[in-house]
């Protein structure tokens, strides 16, 4: 079975500070990871998806296969990034299902 | 502009008292999720539709039923809702096809307070 560990429950950084939400994965074949995010008061939405291999916001992150990682990192933290990160892994074997870790809330001080 | 909308947002129930919640969709997706998020947990899938095909997950109790009427309708009942209920739930989609199986669309769920 799959499964997602993100190890912080909590990152407090100052603004222009680098931030990184580690995500970790345990599963045998080829995953499809991905990296949702809550703003206060908003619904979950797509942030990046690692197929994608693009910078959403300034976020990037690297899908580490030999590490079964896939960290998101922001060089310069910005106060708006404040918000619940979930990073998530879709299966083919499990029906592509989507399995979240157990989320990161990140809070970005002045 | 919402494109999965839930309701009510807000739902206090009595303990034993069933309850329905709804979601609706606009985007035409093939498949709609129920998950249940406990305080400071990740969602946890209860179960989804692939159109019509039902998909309970294992650990799901029998106490949590689901619905799709249509391509746009899904409802989640849960029988007899325990105080362990109390949650919030999250309804979403997704395309299911193309490549796009890990991106859903979430609405804003609905809170469930059980007395």
């Known amino acids: 079975a799959q499964r997602v560990t993100q190890p912080e429950k909590l990152l407090s950084v100052f603004k222009g500070a680098p931030v990184e939400l580690k995500c970790n994965y345990s599963?045998?074949?080829?995953?499809?990871l991905f990296w949702y995010v809550q703003y206060s008061r908003q619904r979950l939405q797509l942030l990046l998806r690692?197929?994608s291999r693009e910078s959403i916001k300034g976020f990037t992150a690297d899908l580490n296969k030999g590490e079964t990682s896939f960290h998101l990192k922001k060089p310069f933290a910005q106060e708006e990034d404040s918000a619940m990160y979930y990073c998530?892994?879709?299966?083919?074997?499990?029906?592509?299902?989507?399995?979240f870790g157990g989320g990161t809330r990140v809070l970005v001080k002045p | 502009d919402a494109m999965v909308i839930q309701n009510p947002r807000y739902q206090v129930t009595q303990f034993g008292k069933p309850v329905t919640l709804s979601c609706s969709q606009t985007?035409?997706?093939?498949?709609m999720y129920w998950y249940q998020q406990k305080s400071s947990q990740a969602p946890k899938l209860l179960f989804h539709?692939?159109?019509?095909?039902?998909?309970n997950e294992a650990d799901t109790p029998d106490n949590f039923q689901s619905r799709r009427p249509n391509t746009s309708f899904c409802f989640l009942d849960i029988r007899s809702p325990g105080l362990g209920d109390a949650a919030m739930y999250l309804c979403?989609?997704?395309?299911?096809?193309?490549?796009?199986?890990?991106?859903?669309?979430f609405g804003e769920g609905s809170r469930l307070t059980v007395l």
């Open positions: 998530a892994l879709s299966a083919k074997a499990a029906g592509n299902k989507l399995t």
């Open positions: 690692h197929i």
């Open positions: 599963y045998s074949g080829s995953p499809e």
């Open positions: 985007l035409n997706h093939n498949v």
């Open positions: 979403a989609t997704s395309r299911g096809t193309g490549g796009h199986t890990g991106e859903l669309f």
């Open positions: 539709y692939y159109d019509k095909d039902f998909n």
